[in-house]
Each structure stands twice: as structure tokens, then as C-alpha cells.
């Protein structure tokens, strides 16, 4: 077993995980500490050391809000450790390895989490890179920053690193990219044979990491989970970046509400201050995110990635079933109809037609949709033609959680799926679940490894077969019961989804 890694600033020694045919290496540094004259600054090279680094534990996540002390849905699914270490000096990633000598090649997989791009960190229990590991992938989880700490710009930061103004947290994952890049081969992985992935404000960033200009080649397939989000009634998304100029104004009001006249002033204070005065300013303020800095991020990723100016990947996409229902807010329908009009103009009469427009809540709420689901299949017929020939799939996770809660398919349930990690879960979670967790992760890993998902599962026996998108045989549909496909849209989701190509 690869327990002992020479990687480009030194030794690390690695631990076993709970199967000692896969090795755990966590809290390796790829960057330098982003503390003092780093704070707000791209990330720079980590430093060599001497002797061997026992990489056997996380390293602290980054700053924000303490995890596991509000009471709140996730703090029982997963923010479970209030004591959890946190500091600034959080540049670090992990490693799972199941090669035995570092010239085996095998394909590697890079995670970002999700959060908001306010929340989250590596050592989320759902992340345990073990079960993927086992099936000859190489798991690298990449650590960044986060909220004020990752996404704040201001004019001061602008003038001094024009070339890096802003995005600190997305240049963090790109750093965790190219330090992949450069080391993997040394834990038994294939540096040509990265899978980038994430889920929710980690999707989006996988999709930031796809349509930035420098990024082509770095990595050959991707997967966003729940991350292609835009409203088919609003045109609005929440991957679409900030204008820099809004972003430095926003910026500059922060540093006020500091107390703070200067970036070195700013630079001065400490973090958890920061962190607490962030949390306040954010009451009444947006929180800040990616910003369109003109270098790393160039615009709206999804509207790049449809007009082929995005890196040329095989691309996975999908979304739970209850996450993110947008609608129609109308008194009564006559104010349903006036909406229709504003929203379909002349194709609105088509849209009242249809029974799903008229679904309510009985509180002025009408015409629910999954906006991530409308989004990805928008995204994918609109890239028709545009983006390379690359395969494209689409996932529906229609699994309700069990529990007292009767949670649903929520947001980010998918998780322990995927990386089929259920017994770590709170959740009374039965032989089907597990079924069906072990054939996600399957897939997954065939997906990592050449881009189709297809193939056998553990057991010899073939995976119910995954096509390609297409408008008439969308992708597949998890279930507690099995795995069926997802067909042709309905007349009412085909007008949200080609309301949505239009906003793209």
C-alpha cells in the first residue's frame, strides 16, 4: 500500500482507512497559509518541509459560521461537531488511494463541496472518499475559502492584483486542480485522467472551473450536482457572477461597517472578528460570491458553456426531486393568467392549457417546476451544435429520505449516494438504500474513469443501462425501488425548458 508519498514540497505519511487496502491522506498544504499580506490574495506556493508530514487528520476548515450550534436541518444531517477545528490557515486537501505503487495511473476524481460559497468544508462525514477509492479511483478533496474571506472585491484589492482581483475561493480550487496535476501520479493516479466535481454552490463552481479561459486541458470530465440553476419564469441564476463594480462597491460598504478605512487596516483585523461583523452585514446585505472579474471569470458559465466557450468535457448533471421548486406567484387565476402573458407572451395561452400550470398551494403560489432539472436539460439541447461532441447525462434523484422529519429528496440527499456512505448517516436507511447506493457509486466511478457510466455492477450483473441526453430519453431516475428513465418532457416542461434556452 502507498503509505509514504513523496509529493513536491515533501514527504507525507498517509493513514489506513477503515479498509487498510485504501490509504487516507488528509491535511496535505497546496498552498500557502492565506493569513496577513495573503488575506485576500490569490493563493500562493505552499513551502517545503523537512523530516515527513503525518497527514493522518483534517486540517481546520475555513472560517465561518460554527457548525452544529443553530439547530438547524443540516446541522443534524451532517454539521454535527461544533468543536470542529477552524482557521484561516486552511489551504489543504486529502487524498484516498487504493494503488499499491505509484505507476498504476488510475483515474482521479477532485470534489469541491457546497454551501453557498458561506459554508462547508472536506471533513463533511458524507465526504469520505473510502467507498469511491475502493473501486480504483484516486479521491482528492480540495479545501478554499469562503464567503468574505473568498468572494469579497474592493477597489483597493482590484488596484493591487489587477491580474487576480477577486474569486480567492474559486482560485483556491483551481490551485487544489493544478497541484493535482503535479501530484497525483506519486499516490498511483493518472494526471490526464481528472474528473472535477461538486455539488450545489460546488457544482457551480465546477461549472466556474469549466468556462474559465485558463482552465482547458486541465481536466477531462465533469459533474454538477444541483448546480445548473435558473429560473424558467425569471431568467435569474445563481451561478451568473457578480459585476466587479457591484462587487467592489458591496466591498467597499463592508470595510466601512468594519471600521476599516484601508486594505491594510482590514488585512490587520482578526478573523473571527471579520467573520462576525461578516455575518451581521449580511443581514441586511447580499452575501458575497463569484464576481465577473474579466480573467478568471468571464461571464455567466452556463451561457458560456452553451456557446462552446467552456472546456470540452464529458459532462454528468442532475437534481433531486424536491429541491428548489420554483412557481408562479398570482391572486387567484386571473392574476395566474396576467403572469402567463408577462412570462410566454404569446405562447401563453398554450402554457394555461396545461394542468401543471394550474397546481397551487392555496396560497397564490401556482405552476411548481425544478428549476435545476428544466436548467440542465436546457443547457444540454442548447449546447447541441455549439460545444464539442462530448456525451452528456442527466440524473433525477427521486429518493424520500427515511426519518420521522419525512424529509423528501432535499437538497444534497444525493450525497451519501454517491459516495455511498449511508452508515454514517443518522438516518434508518435499509438493504434498498444500500442497493441503490452501491449502483450510484458504480456508476459514478465508470463515469471518473471513461466517461460513460455504464458497465457492471458489484455482483457481475449490468447496471440498468444510462443513455446519453437526448430530448426523447433524458437520462435515468433513482429510486428506492430501482432505477427507470426519465423521458420526453411534458408539454408544460417543455415550454419551462425552452423558456430557459431562451435565457441562456
Known sequence: MLRRVRTEN????????????VTAFKGIPFAAPPTGQNRWRAPQPAEDWDGERECFRFAPISVQDTPGVGGGFYDREWHVDPEIGMSEDCLYLNVWTNAKSADERLPVLVWFFGGGYQWGYTAEM??????????????????YRLNVFGYLAHPELTAEAPGAPANFGSLDQRAGILWTRRNIAAFGGDPDNITIAGQSAGGGSVLSQMAAPQNRGLFRRAIVESGMIRSPYAGSSFSHPASLCDAERLGAEFFAFLGARTLAEARALDALYIRDKYAEFASSHPRFATVCDGVFNVGDPLSLYCSGRCAEVDLMAGSTA?????????????????EARRIFGADADRFLATAEAHITDGHGRYAFANEIECTARAIFERADGQCSPSRRYLYRFDVPMPGDDSPGSFHSSDLWFFFETLAKCHRPFTGKYYDLARRMCTYWCNFIRSGDPNGTDIDGEPLPRWEPYTKELAGVRFTPDGIDTIGECSDFERMLVDRTKETL
Open 322 to 338: 424536491d429541491e428548489f421548486h420554483v412557481f408562479i406567484r398570482a391572486d387567484g387565476e386571473e392574476g395566474l393568467a396576467a
Open 10 to 21: 515533501g514527504w507525507v505519511r498517509g493513514i489506513e482507512a477503515a479498509d487498510p487496502r
Open 126 to 143: 458524507e465526504f469520505d472518499g473510502e467507498r469511491i477509492a475502493r473501486r480504483g479511483i484516486v479521491v482528492v478533496t480540495v479545501n
